[in-house]
């Protein structure tokens, strides 16, 4: 079964900011009856949308199925952050692999964050560069330049300086950096944009199709309701939506709820909410982040749950939102949605064989507008031979969730609600 919230519709996009002001697209049909394919992609988000973009413009013969609609799940829900290197330091992926793989995984991510700015300017999207880490504390500060200081010295990367002061309009934050090579665009547009530009390049994309099941016989076959795609390989791009369709990826990623609420327009006020069109993200572990959309809107996003059920989108996200921005107590909210990402144990994202011909890469842990993107990319090589960049991340450890997929969920909410009160405690 793929994951559906009690709060979402199946087949449609949930009622937030980016669905409200995204670019108009027909739906495309679901699957019915047999079809034939070089390569099928289950789902369509930035790891299935960009692997079928590449294998179409290499020639192969390309379907993709998806449940819902392109976009419908994390990559048209999210905060829209296109981050550098992973979502691990630099310092704990030397510790995890060694400084010659750190390296390679430092490229990585700066391949990956290229990627998304040049497809981007070809879809004719904005790009803003600039994302801030706001610290709350001076011990947090003191990290962020040490670490600053390392990326120019050791990683060649300089384009991080010292948060400048009255950039961000909160009195909660003691410093921070600003990664001016990072950058923020806005995500369902993005997730649009990679489908027509796969089916411009000739990839065949179904929605409202659940895959239900895979086989493998002389050729694999991809089951839905309606219809099969008989293929050479299969990617997995499910994410977090995956579900139990392949044990392999369900012991190791595990998919988590996270939220946003937009803001009634700011109109004269947002320059003292942010004063350049930077996004932003906190300290904390259980991260909060925000930006402003065109119309002046501040988008935050923050709070996490396990499980089907959403809570109070509102209540969970206004509270750390006034902890920042307490000025903005009478703002009205206009729009609150959720969405379900896929952590890891290690929060390096899962890429696997799950079977000699089916790729799966998921797990980006909250850094997957970049790093889903070349993903996609990197199976769409792998398929044809050049596995390379797929097998340095497959190499990495990928330990499996305690408790199996049945106890994964009450022992994580044992482990955040930890972590939730270390941020509460300020330790
Ligand atoms: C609220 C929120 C905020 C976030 N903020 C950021 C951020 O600012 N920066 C950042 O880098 N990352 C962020 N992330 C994470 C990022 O959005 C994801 O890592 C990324 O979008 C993953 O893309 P994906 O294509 O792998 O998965 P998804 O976009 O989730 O796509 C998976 C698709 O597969 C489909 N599917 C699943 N199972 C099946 C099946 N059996 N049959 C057919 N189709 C199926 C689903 O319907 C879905 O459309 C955020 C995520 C959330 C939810």
Redesign the pocket.
């Known amino acids: 079964m ?1 994951l559906l919230h009690v709060n979402d519709k199946a087949g449609e996009y949930p009622a937030s900011y980016y669905a409200a002001t995204a670019t108009k697209i027909a739906a495309f049909p679901p699957l019915k009856g047999q079809v034939s394919a070089d390569v099928c992609i ?7 949308l960009s692997a079928a973009l590449h294998l179409a413009r290499a020639g192969l013969d390309v379907v993709v ?4 609609r392109v ?13 550098s290197g992973q979502r691990l330091e630099q310092d704990a992926l030397e510790k995890m692999a060694g400084r010659e793989t750190a390296r390679k995984l430092w490229d990585m991510g700066e391949e990956a964050k290229s990627l998304v700015r040049d497809l981007a300017k070809e879809m004719g999207l904005p790009f803003h560069a600039g994302v801030a880490h706001a610290c709350y504390s001076d011990a947090e500060v003191r990290h962020a330049e040490t670490y600053r200081e390392k990326l120019a010295r050791e990683y060649d990367y300089t384009q991080i300086e010292a948060l400048p002061k009255g950039l961000i309009g909160s009195a909660a934050f003691k410093g921070g950096d600003l990664d001016k090579g990072a950058g923020h665009l806005h ?1 369902l547009n993005f ?1 649009i944009g990679l489908a027509q530009a796969a089916v411009a390049a000739g990839a065949r994309i179904y929605e409202r ?4 099941h895979i086989q493998h016989n002389l050729r694999s076959e991809v089951l839905t309701a309606h219809g099969r795609v008989s293929c050479n390989h299969v990617i997995l ?7 139990g ?1 392949e044990r392999k990826v369900a012991a190791r990623v595990m998919p988590i ?4 609420v937009a803001t009634e327009p700011l109109g004269d006020r947002a320059a003292g909410i942010l004063a350049e069109n930077i996004a932003v993200a906190d300290s904390k572990f259980v991260v909060n ?1 925000w930006r402003l959309s065109d119309d002046k809107r501040l988008l935050f ?1 923050g709070g996490e749950s396990y499980g089907y059920k959403f809570p109070d989108v509102v209540k969970t996200v206004r509270k750390p939102m006034l902890e920042v921005y307490p000025q903005l107590r009478d703002v009205k909210i206009d729009y609150a949605w ?5 952590i890891t144990m290690n929060r390096m994202p899962c890429f696997l064989r799950a079977h000699p011909r089916v790729f799966s890469a ?1 797990g ?1 842990s ?7 993107t070349l993903a996609g990319k990197l199976m769409a090589q792998a398929v044809q031979g050049q596995a390379g960049g797929f097998d340095v991340m497959a190499a990495l450890p990928q330990p499996r969730f305690p408790g199996g997929t049945a106890l994964r969920w009450p022992l994580l909410v044992a482990a955040m609600t930890w972590y939730g009160m270390r941020d509460r405690l300020g330790v």
């Open positions: 793929n289950v789902g369509a988000g930035y790891t299935g199925v998806e449940a819902q976009g419908f799940g994390a990559s048209g829900r999210n905060g829209g952050q296109v981050g995500p997730a199709s659940e895959v239900h791009a499910g994410n977090g939506y995956l579900s369709l709820n996270n939220f946003i982040y996003g959720g969405g379900t990402l896929a998921s980006y909250g850094h997957g507008v970049a790093m889903a």
